[in-house]
């Protein structure tokens, strides 16, 4: 059923369709009317779940761990400072190997204080052990939500995910969402059972005390789940266009990359963007592409490789800053191509920190220098700022 | 002869990796055998993170939740919240934490668990100092104490804050039901545990927990010492039902004296820190009593 709701709607929406039982949240904007919304739909019956009403974003994941444990599906939300003062439980949740979903609406971290969006908060969180998955749009936010579900908590798997959506681009902004029918969600998302849980006739521990000689083991797993997950969430995303029409069937999206140039890479609400300059380019008779960035863990390394075998220029835009010269993303995509760096060439751009708009201005531009770039066959530098007021302005 | 009245249940196993005369293995014991087998326990980082042993092994025949240290409070409401969704009634959700990962850094969980009205036996053993890291200054380490953080020296840095009140914070926080206990009265300890388990809510017991290693004595005196903190006044027992106190023993007989001098943590105390001490603890019971008439 079509209907006009936020991104932060679709999430309390997704949550109810996945038939979450135990929900812990704590306020925190731009998430709140995540939380509310839930505690809306257990007051009036909509959602047969226990809310708890904790007393902080840490102790938000440490309830949702041990409720886990028990066999329950749990859900949360956040933003920013929430989720950094979650960062212990992040590791523990996904350590633990329970399958977590927390929408994640970014939010840049302060000082200075900032409510608007970066992706510098779900950066952060990168090694955590958790799933990442980036929304372009409200409707992705529901999807993506269902589909984390199905992948996290798949036996082979067994790991949290949050889905990022962009805070107030996407948190507060309407959009035609088409909501599936919970009967169809039943059908896609099974009921929670996992092997491993509380079991009282026979005990065991979770969450050992583990020496040297096995601690390796333990993380190395977790690393084979990450791995394998690549895999599955295109299972998954094939599933889903069977059962909704929805395409996520790939762990990123290539937007008219098969004869591009150039090409940039862009994750969140600003793929949009990017695909409408894209366009414009296009017009122009300019060959560029651009790669919607969708799962950012675990990283889709190979599909990077295979584009850089035709698409020899490739931007990356990065929402976030890591305080060396290089986005995240940027980094981990020029990871990707090492082996390929003598015909391949990589750019950096950072922008829309703190909620700065990325205007299709901007991209263009973008576009432009990576054009100017693959024509020179040459990188003029490694990273660049863009959109930088006046006086600072490094263009 | 006398009727032996301790369950003889044994969900703790022999050979866990605690120290000789650890108080809080024989108060796990016990308290297992007061709540029976249907009982989660969930362990923030504390000794019990590695007096249960290392993987693959556990020293408990009941299911352990371990956490991080100050978690104890969101975990017990959690795995509550699941249990009850799921309409599993007849389960204890226990959660075992000490001094520190209580009174420190797990007191805003605790506060919201209790806020929270989470139905757990939320149990303190309280060594009375970090211990698990090697003897640090915890909130509830007693006045004058030598710890690792509270080395005294020239200046007389020894701890110069006393305990934390954790009960009467908890009891005006709402717990419904809260006891001391010590493993020096066992039958004590049981009944209050047994207690617990009928009463619906935030329940806490705070239990002491003799330290060998960290209060510098004989292993063999653990339940000695465990005992003469009892009959000095200094840790009474006691239970607390929706505020209301009472006294379970009146117990309180001996000069502190006879429970300091023994421990290498209160060897450097002069005559006028022993002084002082006993009346602090004079005026604590009285204080106590009278709330309890």
């Known amino acids: ?395 | 002869m006398p009727k032996f009245t301790i369950p003889k249940e044994e969900l703790e196993c022999k050979g866990h990796s605690g120290c000789a005369g650890c108080g809080a293995t024989l108060l796990a014991r016990y308290t297992l055998k007061a709540l029976g087998p249907r009982t989660v326990v969930n362990v923030p980082a504390c000794c019990w993170s590695v007096v249960q042993g290392v993987w693959p092994r556990a020293a408990l025949k009941v299911p352990v939740i371990d956490h991080a240290f100050e978690c104890t409070g969101a975990v017990s409401s959690g795995i509550r919240a699941a249990l009850d969704i799921k309409g599993i009634e007849d389960v204890n959700v226990v959660g075992w934490a000490g001094d520190g990962g209580t009174v420190d850094i797990g007191l805003q969980a605790l506060s919201g668990a209790v806020d929270r009205g989470t139905d757990m036996i939320y149990i303190m053993y309280d060594n009375e100092a970090y211990m698990n890291t090697g003897i640090q200054k915890s909130g509830c380490t007693p006045l004058y104490a030598w710890t690792n953080t509270t080395p005294g020296g020239p200046n007389g840095e020894w701890n110069l804050a006393p305990k934390k009140r954790i009960m009467e914070m908890l009891v005006v926080n709402g717990i419904v039901y809260g006891a001391t206990v010590s493993i020096a009265y066992p039958e004590d300890l049981i009944a209050k545990l047994r207690k617990a388990k009928q009463i619906k809510g935030p329940k806490f017991i705070h239990a002491l927990s003799s330290c060998p290693s960290g209060w510098k004595i004989d292993p063999s005196k653990s339940i000695e010492m465990a005992r003469l903190a009892t009959l000095t006044g200094i840790f009474p027992l006691y239970e607390v039902e929706h505020g209301k106190y009472a006294l379970s023993k009146d117990l309180k007989s001996k000069p502190v004296e006879e429970y300091l001098k023994p421990q290498g943590r209160f060897k450097h105390l002069t005559p006028e820190m022993i002084a002082e001490i006993q009346r602090k603890v004079d005026e604590d019971y009285a204080a106590l009593k009278s709330k309890c008439e």
């Open chain 1, 1 to 395: 059923m079509l209907d006009l709701m936020t991104a932060n709607a679709a999430a309390a929406k997704a949550a109810m369709l996945s038939r979450v039982e135990v929900i812990a949240a704590y306020p925190i904007t731009p998430q709140t009317s995540i939380s509310e919304k839930l505690a809306e739909m257990v007051a009036n019956g909509e959602l047969k779940a226990k809310y708890i009403k904790v007393e902080s974003e840490h102790s938000a994941m440490a309830a949702l761990i041990g409720a886990s444990y028990m066999g329950a599906r749990t859900f949360t939300a956040t933003s920013s400072q929430g989720l950094a003062l979650m960062h212990e439980m992040l590791y523990w949740a996904a350590g633990a190997r329970r399958p977590v979903v927390m929408p994640v609406v970014s939010r840049a971290l302060g000082p200075p204080w900032n409510i608007w969006t970066d992706h510098m908060d779900v950066m952060g969180e990168r090694d955590t052990g958790w799933m990442q998955f980036f929304c372009e749009n409200n409707q992705e936010t529901l999807d993506l939500i269902l589909l984390a579900y199905r992948v996290a908590e798949d036996k082979d798997i067994m790991l949290p995910a949050m889905v990022i959506e962009d805070g107030f681009i996407l948190s507060h902004t309407f959009e035609k969402v088409d909501v599936p029918a919970i009967e169809e969600v039943d059908f896609y998302l099974h009921a929670f059972n996992p092997d491993v849980k509380v079991n009282f006739r026979k005990p065991r521990r979770y969450g050992s005390l583990v020496m040297p000689d096995w601690a390796m083991e333990f993380r190395y797993n977790n690393g084979l789940a990450m791995d394998r997950a690549k895999k599955k969430i295109v299972e998954a995303g094939v599933a889903f266009k069977k059962a909704f029409g929805r395409d996520y069937c790939s762990l990123l999206e290539a937007y008219r990359c098969d004869d591009a140039e150039v090409a940039l890479v862009i994750a969140g609400s600003a793929a949009g963007t990017a695909k409408v300059a894209a366009d414009r380019m296009r017009e122009r008779g300019r060959k560029v592409g651009v790669i919607k960035l969708r799962v950012f863990r675990p990283f889709p390394s190979e599909e990077f490789r295979q584009i850089a075998s035709t698409v020899r220029t490739i931007g990356v835009f990065d929402r976030s800053y890591t305080y060396a010269e290089s986005g995240t993303i940027c980094g981990e995509v020029r990871n990707s191509l090492f082996s390929l760096a003598k015909d391949v060439h990589v750019k950096g751009y950072i922008g829309g920190l703190g909620g700065r708009d990325i205007t299709e201005a901007d991209l263009e531009r973008i576009f432009d220098d990576l054009l100017a770039i693959s024509h020179h066959g040459k990188v003029d530098r490694d990273m660049q700022w863009i959109a930088l007021r006046d006086g600072s302005l490094r263009w």
